[in-house]
Nanobody
Framework: QVQLVESGGGLVQPGGSLRLSCVASGSDFSGEIMGWYRQAPGKSRELVALVTGGGATNYLDSVKGRFMISRDNGKNAVYLEMNSLKPEDSAVYYC?????????WGQGTQVTVSS
C-alpha cells in the first residue's frame, strides 16, 4: 500500500517559518515528480511547488523567494521550507507524488499563519 505522510504543519505568526516533511512508503518515488499543493477554505487546490526526479523545481508565483522545495531520494521524502509566512499562506498542505504513472496524495497538514 502506497502512503505519503506529511508532518510539520501548525500555527505560526506572520513572518515566521515552518518546514513540512513528507515521507513516502510502499513505492519508490525517487525518479518521479513530487510536490506540494495547498487548499484554503472555499478555494480550489493549487500547486505550491514541485521537484522533478532530476531536481528541477517550479513554484507558485506568490511563494517564490519565500518557499523552497527539496527532496531526499534515499529517504523517499520531499520537504517544503516556508519562510516569511503570510496569513494568505494558511491552508491545508498536501504532499503529492507520482509513481509508476499513478498519482498519490498525502492526508494533508494544516498550516495557519495568524497573530
Amino acid at each position: 500500500q502506497v502512503q505519503l505522510v506529511e508532518s510539520g504543519g501548525g500555527l505560526v505568526q506572520p513572518g515566521g517559518s515552518l518546514r513540512l516533511s513528507c515521507v513516502a512508503s510502499g513505492s519508490d518515488f525517487s525518479g518521479e515528480i513530487m510536490g506540494w499543493y495547498r487548499q484554503a477554505p472555499g478555494k480550489s487546490r493549487e500547486l505550491v511547488a514541485l521537484v522533478t526526479g532530476g531536481g528541477a523545481t517550479n513554484y507558485l508565483d506568490s511563494v517564490k523567494g519565500r518557499f523552497m522545495i527539496s527532496r531526499d531520494n534515499g529517504k523517499n521524502a520531499v520537504y517544503l521550507e516556508m519562510n516569511s509566512l503570510k496569513p494568505e499562506d494558511s491552508a491545508v498542505y498536501y504532499c503529492y507524488g507520482i509513481s509508476d504513472l499513478q498519482p498519490y496524495w498525502g492526508q494533508g497538514t494544516q498550516v495557519t499563519v495568524s497573530s
